[in-house]
């Protein structure tokens, strides 16, 4: 049977609008996209935006997906009434000319807000799925009120952390309505690799099977934490470590980073990788020794879950977490990886070299990760769980 078939003869109809989805990078769009072609198949109808290669990404795609122009206009007030608008009329054609059982929205706003209004209207449960980020720093007066109005005349919200469902226990949600689901992996996308499948990457950026490869994936934003492994990364080698460092992602912190490597005389041993395919993604994650994400809270800018860590355990690789946000839920400290105080060089530097210089432990951590990622965050389990909310 395909990862992607249905999980059981059940047919889920339902209208899940989400302004993020693939081909648009990003872990909320894979797992939108991952999740309901496991539940279903063309009487799923997926309500997103309208991308660059979007059409011909859904032309083999398993649900219905409609695509709409979503763009914010600098002359209305609010900017993104003309989005909220189209993205209401859209998914209210949709609902009215398809049997929908239940709307499902990525977001609270804006898709929270429509979904509410078009599950009332066809009268039928809203499920809306919480990050952790936009609860943290959306504080806006009227936009944190709108949050909290959508978020309390919902039917469900699935939080995708401890940490995230605390923080809507915060604001005043109701505890009953609401159920963590975490994001997950595709295992059979992310598996262990004999080191010999991708001695080629390590050869494209200089380094051979005995130097040791640190590796972080994500945006390039300071909350990431990318500028710690870097400044790590220098005391690792003035404690003849021989380490190099790959990053995979863009982002507004590019040149910050740039001269940091700069700043840091570690020129030769960090490469900036930008985008890479999807099929070389977990050769990338095999290639490296560790996987490093230390990210920390930046003005309650914090990570939510981090599906990156998930992906990397997948791979059998230990990996280190900063202890900001919902990480505790991807990485079990001491036992699949580290989670720390990322905002003190030292702890992450300790953690690097312990990894890196004792073989032994790193093969341990790898082993329970994996295991880990691979019974309970496998996207077959998070699709069934999804199915099971009490309302649907």
Known sequence: MSNKDNLNNQSHRYLVITELFLPTKGGTAVWFDEVYQRIGGKEIHIVTKDVEGGKEYDKTHKNTVHRVSLKRHWWLRPESLAMYLKLFFKSLKVALTNKIDAVHTGRVLPEGLVGLLVARIIRKPLVIYAHGEEITTWRQSTKFKVMKFTYQHADKIIANSEFTKGELEKIGIDTDKIIKISPGVNIERFRPMPIEDVMDLRESIGITQKEKLILSVGRLSRRKGFDQTIKALAQLREDNIDAHYALIGIGEDKDYLQKLVKEYKVNDYVHFLGHVSMEDLPRWHNAADVFVMPNREIDGDTEGF????????????????????????????????????????????????????????AEQIGKKAYERATKNYNWNVVAKTTTQISCL
Do not use: W
Request: aromatic letters at 4%; glycine letters at 12%; a negative charge.
């Open 306 to 361: 981090g599906m990156v860590f998930v992906e990397a355990a997948a791979c059998g690789k230990p990996v280190i977490a900063g202890n900001a946000g919902g990480t505790g839920d991807a990485v079990i400290n001491e036992e699949t990886g580290y989670r720390i105080d990322a905002t003190h060089l030292e702890n992450l530097t300790q953690a690097l070299s312990k990894i890196l210089l004792d073989e032994s432990l």
